[in-house]
């Protein structure tokens, strides 16, 4: 119900708003010192109703950092990432998603990965989350042992969502007015 609630009500947002909340979602993370210690990123391709990822992609190019993308399995609902150069190295895969094309990539091990920007629709304050309902996340956060975020507007967050005990939380949200850091509860704190 709330995932269905969220996703309506991004969809009703007015584009001019829309823009505005991806450019500050952006301008928060590439500005933010975990950002500048992280060499290797790990982001989805966004679609949809999704907050766009492609500035963040081009950013961390034009920085030199290493762009990581992932691919689904469908068969035991797993994700693996490989190492993204440029679109031309991505397939319209699973659910109709831009996805890296394994012959011309080079996957990573989790470890690899410094930040993992993790999707979502709905977030609570302690940073668990309802995705698109797979479990691809869950099972990849399972064991990653760094640092993950995830992008929201404000509207999208709510006090506590039911947690389940396969799920992960994330460590920090970045919403249009900063950064939320999971402590006692993802307290407002600027980490830029």
């Given at each position: 119900m709330l995932r269905k609630q969220i996703i309506q009500q991004l969809e009703a947002m007015p584009s001019a708003e829309r823009a505005a909340i991806e450019n500050a979602l952006t301008d928060h993370l590439v500005s933010s010192d975990l950002w500048q210690q992280s060499n290797v990123i790990g982001v989805t391709m966004s679609r949809g109703i999704e907050w766009c990822t492609e500035p963040i992609i081009r950013t961390a190019w034009k920085e030199g950092k290493t762009v990581a993308v992932p691919k689904s399995y469908p068969s035991d609902r797993s994700l693996a990432f490989f190492i993204m150069h440029h679109y031309n190295q991505l397939e319209t895969a699973h659910y109709r998603l831009l996805e890296p094309?394994?012959?011309?990539?080079?996957?990573?091990?989790?470890?690899?990965?410094?930040?993992?920007?993790?999707?979502?629709?709905?977030?609570?304050?302690?940073?668990?989350?309802?995705?698109?309902?797979?479990?691809?996340?869950?099972?990849?956060?399972?064991?990653?042992?760094?640092?993950?975020?995830?992008?929201?507007?404000?509207?999208?967050l709510i006090d506590e969502l039911p947690a389940e005990s396969f799920d992960r939380p994330v460590d920090a949200i970045i919403t249009e007015t900063g950064f939320l850091s999971q402590g006692s509860g993802l307290n407002s704190q600027d980490l830029s």
């Open positions: 094309i394994p012959e011309q990539t080079e996957k990573l091990t989790k470890q690899a990965i410094d930040l993992l920007i993790v999707p979502g629709m709905v977030f609570d304050r302690k940073g668990y989350r309802i995705g698109f309902g797979g479990g691809y996340y869950d099972r990849f956060l399972s064991d990653f042992p760094n640092y993950k975020l995830a992008l929201a507007a404000n509207m999208q």
